[in-house]
Nanobody, 126 residues
C-alpha cells in the first residue's frame, strides 16, 4: 500500500512561483513512475507532468512546458513540482499519483495511476 501526502499549495499572485511536494510512504516509491495532475472547478482532472522511476525521463503537458519542472528524490520518497510564471488558469487542486505497472497506457493517462494523494489547492490571483 502506498500513501501520498501533497503540500506546498497556496495563494500566489500571477507571475509568482510555488513548489509542491508529495511525500510517499511504502517501499515501492523508488521503482514507480510518478505524476502530477490538476483539477479546476467544473473541469476534468488533467495531466500536468510525469517522471520515471529514476528521474531520468519526464513528460509535460503543453500548458506546463517551460514553466513547470517535475523532479524526485528517491532517498526522501518525495516528488516535487516546481511551478513558475503562474497564471490564473493554473488555479486548481493539484494531485500527485503513483503509476501502476501496466505500461500499455501512457504516463499522461490518469487511468494508468493507481494511488492518489488528497490534493493541494493552488490559487493564482490576477
Amino acid at each position: 500500500q502506498v500513501q501520498l501526502v501533497e503540500s506546498g499549495g497556496g495563494l500566489v499572485q500571477a507571475g509568482g512561483s510555488l513548489r509542491l511536494s508529495c511525500a510517499a510512504t511504502g517501499r515501492t516509491f523508488s521503482s514507480r513512475d510518478m505524476g502530477w495532475f490538476r483539477q479546476a472547478p467544473g473541469k476534468e482532472r488533467e495531466f500536468v507532468a510525469a517522471i520515471n522511476w529514476s528521474g531520468g525521463s519526464t513528460d509535460y503537458a503543453d500548458s506546463a512546458k517551460g514553466r513547470f519542472t517535475i523532479s524526485r528524490d528517491n532517498a526522501k520518497n518525495t516528488v516535487y513540482l516546481q511551478m513558475t510564471s503562474l497564471q490564473p488558469e493554473d488555479t486548481a487542486v493539484y494531485y500527485c499519483a503513483v503509476r501502476g505497472t501496466d505500461y500499455r497506457r501512457s504516463r499522461s493517462n490518469l487511468d494508468s495511476y493507481d494511488y492518489w494523494g488528497q490534493g493541494t489547492q493552488v490559487t493564482v490571483s490576477s
